[in-house]
């Protein structure tokens, strides 16, 4: 589309309702095996797409978000730089970004400001340099401390880089930092998936993320399964890989939040995803980023070069959109919510929904519900069927 507006019902509360930035970096050295996100090597991205000069292709996003939402400019409270892997980028480049957020927005006193990381493309002077231009939070990707499951998802890194670049992010001055984690990769031991948590635990982290590896079509991952090269991971174990986790970092002081996230304080979770699980409003700056205000949804054209291309020629990058009505926007809320430790009120769901909730309870699947009110809160065994239980009360 050549133009793009926001219709008057997406403002509505524009000015109250929390909002991030997500800027998503395309980038990556290698394709893991396991991946299917946005993302492009070198080999892959042909002409018109030139890592160089990409953040200036995403500045120029940047200040269409800010002529499209303006002129009453929602406060920006998060910014989160994903990939693909944004470090990629020289230090400079992610620093101008930030800086054009700071000159075209009204920004928080105490914004939340996310990088995601390869350990292997940090280093202290690099870390340093982040820091000091307004970054406060590090996720660095770890999934395993076991080289051979390393191999087999075919991350780059060495078993220890990702404990030592958490250190020298500490050392940097990084107020908050995450390590990521992958479970059930085929061949992983129990012993290895122990080693992993306990390497965790000896880096000074305040949140940790980890996702039980999903097989997704396209990959090479999923092609080596289906030639039976390796077996699909099974899921009595990745059940298995949770309640371990789960088990050792409460032990260790972390606390659940999200079905899949930890944090040590109620400071140490990732208020930038905080915002997408309560609905919020974001814009995604990037190929392929996808966009949230006000029930309006929309996503960007996928290639780095187309755009980059419709930027250049002053056209807005938008692919496509969406605009929820209520139902949607409800059947999100609650999809979401539930899967939060504080959990969902209960008037959000549907008189059937409230009846499935009582029977979630009888089944050890939702914490006790006080009579009339309260809300649906997830048991640590409802943790592990929480796709299921969320179908459950929507459907």
């Known amino acids: 589309m050549d133009t793009f507006e926001l219709p008057a019902t997406a403002r509505d509360g524009l000015a109250t309702t929390p909002f991030g930035l997500y800027v998503h970096v395309p980038f990556c050295a ?14 892959e991205l042909g002409p018109g797409a ?3 000069e990409y953040a200036g292709t995403a500045i120029a996003e940047l200040r269409r978000a800010a002529a499209t939402l303006g002129p009453d400019l929602p406060t920006v409270e998060t910014v989160f730089v994903g990939g693909g892997t944004p470090t990629l980028l020289p230090a400079g480049d992610l620093a101008a970004v930030l800086a054009e957020i700071r000159r075209l927005f009204p920004v928080a006193d105490d914004v939340e400001v996310t990088t995601e990381a390869n350990p292997e493309t940090v ?14 939070r590090i996720s660095l990707g770890m999934q395993s401390a076991a080289e051979h499951v390393l191999a087999v998802l075919d991350r780059r890194h060495t078993p220890g880089r990702a404990v030592e670049a958490a250190h020298e992010a500490r050392a940097a001055g990084f107020e908050h930092v995450n390590l990521d984690l992958i479970y059930g990769t085929p061949g992983e031991t129990d012993a290895d998936w122990a080693a992993s948590l306990d390497a965790v635990l000896a880096a000074p982290v305040d949140h940790v993320s980890a996702y039980a590896l999903i097989v997704e079509e396209g990959t090479r991952l999923a092609r080596r399964i289906r030639r039976g090269e390796l077996p699909m991971p ?7 890989r949770y309640e371990q986790a789960d088990a050792t970092l409460r032990k260790a002081g972390f606390e659940w939040y999200e ?19 309560a609905n919020a409003n974001w814009w995604g700056v990037g ?3 996808h ?12 290639h780095p070069a187309a755009y980059a291309d419709r930027l250049g020629s002053g056209e807005s ?15 999100e809320t609650i999809m979401l919510g539930l899967r939060l430790r504080e959990g969902l009120p209960l008037p959000a769901l549907s008189d059937l929904g409230r009846e499935r909730a009582a029977r979630a309870v009888e089944q050890g699947l939702l914490e006790p519900i006080p009579h009339d009110q309260g809300r649906a809160v997830l048991t640590d065994r409802g943790r592990l069927l929480a796709d299921a239980v969320i179908r459950d009360l929507t459907d």
């Open 30 to 43: 290698t394709r893991c095996g396991y991946c299917d996100f946005n993302t492009y090597t070198s080999e």
């Open 50 to 52: 030139n890592r160089a």
């Open 123 to 136: 280093h202290p002077q690099y870390l340093t340099s982040l820091r000091e231009a307004g970054f406060t």
């Open 234 to 240: 099974d899921d009595d174990v990745l059940a298995d």
């Open 259 to 277: 079905v899949s996230n930890w944090a040590t304080s109620d400071a140490a979770r990732c208020r930038h995803n905080e915002l997408y699980w």
């Open 287 to 289: 190929p392929g980023a």
């Open 291 to 302: 966009s949230h205000v006000g029930g309006l949804r929309w996503w960007n054209v996928k």
């Open 317 to 331: 990058p938008a692919q496509d959109s969406e605009l929820l009505d209520d139902a949607d926007r409800a059947l």
